[in-house]
């Protein structure tokens, strides 16, 4: 979609706008981790290391956040500086775009929400952290998250460091599996699982070099296919946390929350925190590590996209010229 089409609602930021408008390579990013999850000022220096570590890799980033009655796609200072200290900023996930657009004021997007208007603007790669998914007992409590639905709706790279550990990898690879996602490791052959760069699932295809990706992206959109491609990027070793540790202090985050009566949209922030203080600041590392890995890769995706653009653009043939019927009656010697 051409940003002169856009829908109302959706504003750009001039360095979006002009990117887009001339093929450049635009990355979009999800405002909740502004929002959410850190305190002042770490939040914000966590949202500028990712839109810095897309700029690094080339491409031009664009937060996604609700404010004052529009979606903003690509924040300034003044703005991102506003939500990361602005108290109990709604979070916004795809469903509540329209709802928190007519109250006004300040809302931070999901991955969800952040796919769903980058699929609207014509932004091709979204980078976020972890992944929602499928929770362990959905076959009971039908928890699944909105990023998997729009994952279906909306089209997209998707770059992440794989789901939540908290969650049901398996049964989340085999929903995807099932709705058509294709699902890429970027330089690993199982699937990542957030805090820990492997999981014990492959994934079903392995793709070391960024054209590659971006041409897989080319090729599935080309043929038809629907919907986002799951890039998974798993957590650089040295921010990982211990495996063994990893699983002993999910599952007791997993106890407590069934002790607690923990169910529905409290459970996710409920075992983050959990896990938070029983590994202290080393899973607030392992969070910087993956959201800044994710936007860098997908900022070298964006660009290999963009390249991939370029040069068949200049391969195409130019457009045919009509001759004039004067010029088919002449002889082939007529010179005039």
């Not at 706008?17 to 000022?41: M, N, T």
């Not at 979070?91 to 952040?114: E, I």
């Not at 999981?199 to 296919?225: C, I, N, T």
Request: glycine fraction near 10%.
């Amino acid at each position: 979609m051409s940003p002169a089409t856009l829908p109302d609602p959706i504003v750009l930021a001039p360095e979006v706008r002009d990117a887009l408008a001339s093929g450049r390579p635009v990355v979009a990013l999800e405002s909740s981790v502004i929002a959410h999850g850190l305190p002042h000022p770490q939040n914000l220096e966590t949202a500028s290391a990712a839109e810095g570590a897309v700029r690094e890799s080339g491409a031009v980033p664009a937060m996604v956040a609700v404010v004052d009655g529009s979606v903003r796609v690509g924040l300034d200072p003044e703005t991102a500086e506003r939500i990361a200290t602005a108290v109990r900023v709604p979070k916004v996930g795809n469903r509540d775009l329209g709802p928190v657009l007519s109250g006004g004021g300040l809302g931070a997007t999901t991955f969800a929400a952040t796919l769903a208007v980058a699929d609207l603007t014509g932004v091709e790669v979204v980078a976020c952290g972890g992944l929602g998914g499928v929770h362990r007992g959905a076959a009971e409590s039908f928890d699944v998250s909105a990023d998997l639905i729009e994952l279906t709706r909306s089209s997209a790279v998707v770059v992440s460091g794989g789901v939540k550990s908290i969650l049901d990898v398996g049964a989340t690879l085999e929903y995807l599996e099932t709705q058509g996602v294709p699902v890429i490791g970027h330089g690993c052959d199982q699937f990542p699982a957030f805090y820990c760069p492997t999981s014990g699932f492959p994934v079903p295809h392995r793709m070391d070099k960024d054209e590659q990706v971006a041409a897989a992206a080319e090729f599935h959109w080309q043929l038809g296919g629907t919907g986002s491609l799951l890039v998974a990027a798993p957590i650089p070793h040295d921010a990982a946390l211990d495996v063994t540790e990893h699983d002993r202090v999910i599952q007791e985050a997993l106890d407590a929350a069934e002790r607690d009566g923990v169910r529905g949209p409290s459970l996710t922030p409920y075992l983050m925190k959990h896990i938070g203080a029983a590994t202290g600041e080393r899973s607030a590392v392992a969070n910087r590590a993956v959201l800044l890995n994710s936007a860098a890769l997908a900022g070298r995706i964006a660009v290999a996209l963009a390249d991939r653009r370029a040069v068949r653009r200049t391969e195409e043939p130019p457009p045919c010229i009509a001759s004039s019927p004067k010029d088919d009656e002449r002889e082939p010697n007529d010179e005039r």
